[in-house]
T-cell receptor
Framework: EAEVAQSPRYKITEKSQAVAFWCDPI?????LYWYRQILGQGPELLVQ????????DSQLPKDRFSAERLKGVDSTLKIQPAELGDSAMYLC????????????FGPGTRLTVL | AQSVTQLGSHVSVSEGALVLLRCNYS??????LFWYVQYPNQGLQLLLK??????LVKGINGFEAEFKKSETSFHLTKPSAHMSDAAEYFC?????????????FGTGTRLKVLA
């Protein structure tokens, strides 16, 4: 069964350092999402791609976060510089087209900022 | 704005007892609704979804949910809890109004199953 891949699974960094997360969606899925899940809360969308274009990045802290999906396949989310409040689970999801299509989630990257 | 409210951040049931997890939504357009389960340090797995077909939706692992428009609810049920059901459950609504179809999640309900 096809799955969304994410790496690394765990990342520990010090504040002010740069971190990057990678996501490989299910093959053929045009829509890719990055969510942030703070402990004890539900996931919140950071950025949504349709192919290589950003559809929604209204909740992305653009002064320190960036995301790209250059060839419309895999994607990278970067934080520079990391802050203590960025400690969270970062989840990637993909869907075939968007709309009513189910979003399939990867295992996530647990980020701890010291 | 669309939103989801999950009543009860923690629910405990005995093994074999009925599981009922509550979800109410707010949406100005007919919603698409989802229930996901999350085990510790893992991603989210889809249990079931409602996309305006049958109001009673059956999902995996014996779970089902009923869409009630009059109550703006989409509660998740399972007749008999199993120890393996212990996890966190999230209700989500798809944002159809803006056309992005991004998910708006509730804050989650942690289910504990007692032996």
């Amino acid at each position: 069964e096809a799955e969304v891949a994410q790496s690394p699974r765990y990342k520990i960094t010090e504040k002010s350092q740069a971190v990057a997360f990678w996501c490989d969606p299910i093959s053929g899925h045009a829509t890719l999402y990055w969510y942030r899940q703070i402990l004890g809360q539900g996931p919140e969308l950071l950025v949504q791609f349709q192919d290589e274009s950003v559809v929604d990045d209204s909740q992305l802290p653009k002064d320190r976060f960036s995301a790209e999906r250059l060839k419309g396949v895999d994607s990278t989310l970067k934080i520079q510089p990391a802050e203590l409040g960025d400690s969270a689970m970062y989840l990637c999801a993909s869907s075939l087209r968007g709309d009513a299509d189910t979003q399939y989630f990867g295992p996530g990257t647990r980020l701890t900022v010291l | 704005a669309q939103s989801v409210t999950q009543l009860g951040s923690h629910v405990s049931v005995s093994e074999g007892a009925l599981v009922l997890l509550r979800c109410n939504y707010s949406s100005s357009v007919p919603p698409y609704l989802f229930w996901y389960v999350q085990y510790p340090n893992q991603g989210l797995q889809l249990l079931l979804k409602y996309t305006s077909a049958a109001t009673l939706v059956k999902g995996i692992n014996g779970f089902e949910a009923e869409f009630k428009k009059s109550e703006t609810s989409f509660h998740l049920t399972k007749p008999s809890a199993h120890m393996s059901d212990a996890a966190e459950y999230f209700c989500a609504v798809s944002d159809r109004k803006t056309g992005t179809y991004k998910y708006i999640f509730g804050t989650g309900t942690r289910l504990k199953v007692l032996a």
